[in-house]
């Protein structure tokens, strides 16, 4: 029986951190609007293309990271466009649908503009110091 529990503890350890290191993302662009205007949370919108290396470097090493992901989560609305697909971009203004990629865009929901956009990798550490200006 102690074994069990013992088990049962380490297992509930095991998902909740896998739950904590998740980034969460909006369903779609009005999605994350609506969200950040309830939530009071600016939108962040990751343009990325899977022929792009820079955003698979920018995938796996920065919006992985355990610090990115929990100021995400805290703090933004986090929405995921990949440029490949239509149904990723219908519903996103053109002026969020960049020529090159990767690129990230923070958003005003209330108002839909773009308050600053950083294109090209950016490693954890350059991402987190810009969002937490």
Known sequence: MMKLLK???V???F???LQASTLKHADSYKDA???GVKENKHVI???HSPFCPWCRKMEEETL???KVIKLLNEKYIFISVDMSLSMDIED???RFLPRGTPTTYVIDPATGEGLFT???FKSPKSFLWRLEK
């Open 118 to 120: 950083m294109r090209g």
């Open 33 to 35: 609007l609506e969200q």
């Open 64 to 66: 992985s990271n355990e």
């Open 15 to 17: 998902i909740l951190s």
């Open 92 to 94: 996103v203004p053109p």
């Open 7 to 9: 088990y049962l503890a």
């Open 45 to 47: 919108l990751f343009a």
């Open 11 to 13: 297992a509930s350890l």
